[in-house]
């Protein structure tokens, strides 16, 4: 039987996909989320996604399987996941007042008995500004723990997270980390069979 797997630990990935209503699994990928600086920041996400996917892919035999990876880039530099609450403040603090690029990496491992493996990767991008920070509620938002497991240490969905965002360019959902509409296309034309086999 045909599955789509989430190779994702991400609930907020999992909440977007649910909602287009199709049945999958989640099976998390245990590779390291590591690259080359050098590289363009769009070729850095769809690296890591292809990398999630594959992994993923290497315990299912009919199936389609998704990687995605988020990172922010501030002034042609990388923000990750912050180390700490220090360092998730200092980077909020960074990007008040400014333009910043969410760039989201998404990539389809199709795999079907007696088939040749195909792979599909594309990636979007979103801009993001911030209104001018207040330190008082940076400190909050540090405080409730919410920037820690996220890319920029900020969420757009988040309480709080969301206050500071002033405009966005793009899909808000390559923010949050899965862009939906872009994922949508691409499935009607590269895996038809896992949207019909479903309805
Ligand atoms: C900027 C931003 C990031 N994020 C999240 C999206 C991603 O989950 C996370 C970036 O980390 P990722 O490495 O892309 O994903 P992950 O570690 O959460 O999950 P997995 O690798 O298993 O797929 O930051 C938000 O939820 N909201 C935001 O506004």
Request: hydrophobic share 40%; glycine share 6%; charged share 25%.
């Given at each position: 039987?045909k599955?789509i797997?989430?190779?994702?630990?991400s609930?907020?990935r999992?909440k977007?996909l649910?909602?287009?209503?199709?049945?999958f699994?989640v099976?998390?990928?245990?590779v390291e989320?590591?690259?080359?600086?050098?590289?363009?920041?769009a070729?850095?996400v769809q690296?890591?996604?292809?990398?999630?996917?594959?992994?993923?892919a290497?315990?299912?035999e009919?199936a389609?399987?998704?990687?995605a990876d988020t990172?922010?880039?501030?002034?042609e530099?990388i923000?990750e996941?912050p180390c700490?609450?220090e360092?998730?403040?200092?980077?909020?603090?960074?990007?008040?007042?400014?333009?910043?690029?969410?760039v989201?990496g998404?990539s389809?491992y199709k795999?079907?008995?007696?088939?040749k493996s195909?792979?599909?990767?594309f990636f979007?991008?979103?801009?993001?500004?911030?209104?001018?920070?207040?330190?008082?509620d940076?400190?909050?938002y540090?405080?409730?723990g919410?920037?820690?497991d996220?890319?920029?240490?900020?969420?757009?969905?988040d309480?709080?997270?969301?206050?500071?965002?002033k405009?966005i360019?793009?899909?808000y959902?390559?923010?949050?980390g899965?862009?939906?509409?872009?994922?949508y296309?691409?499935?009607?034309d590269?895996a038809p069979e896992?949207l019909?086999a479903?309805?």
């Amino acid at each position: 039987m045909k599955t789509i797997v989430l190779a994702s630990g991400s609930p907020r990935r999992k909440k977007l996909l649910d909602q287009l209503q199709i049945p999958f699994k989640v099976k998390i990928s245990t590779v390291e989320e590591q690259y080359d600086d050098a590289l363009a920041p769009a070729d850095i996400v769809q690296m890591l996604a292809s990398r999630k996917a594959e992994d993923v892919a290497q315990t299912f035999e009919d199936a389609l399987i998704i990687g995605a990876d988020t990172i922010v880039v501030f002034r042609e530099t990388i923000l990750e996941k912050p180390c700490s609450s220090e360092a998730a403040r200092q980077m909020l603090m960074q990007l008040s007042e400014d333009t910043h690029s969410v760039v989201t990496g998404v990539s389809l491992y199709k795999k079907a008995p007696g088939k040749k493996s195909r792979i599909h990767t594309f990636f979007e991008e979103t801009k993001v500004t911030f209104g001018n920070l207040n330190a008082d509620d940076v400190q909050r938002y540090v405080a409730s723990g919410s920037p820690m497991d996220k890319a920029g240490a900020y969420g757009i969905q988040d309480n709080y997270g969301s206050i500071f965002v002033k405009r966005i360019e793009g899909d808000y959902n390559t923010v949050v980390g899965f862009p939906l509409y872009a994922f949508y296309q691409v499935m009607q034309d590269f895996a038809p069979e896992y949207l019909t086999a479903q309805k």
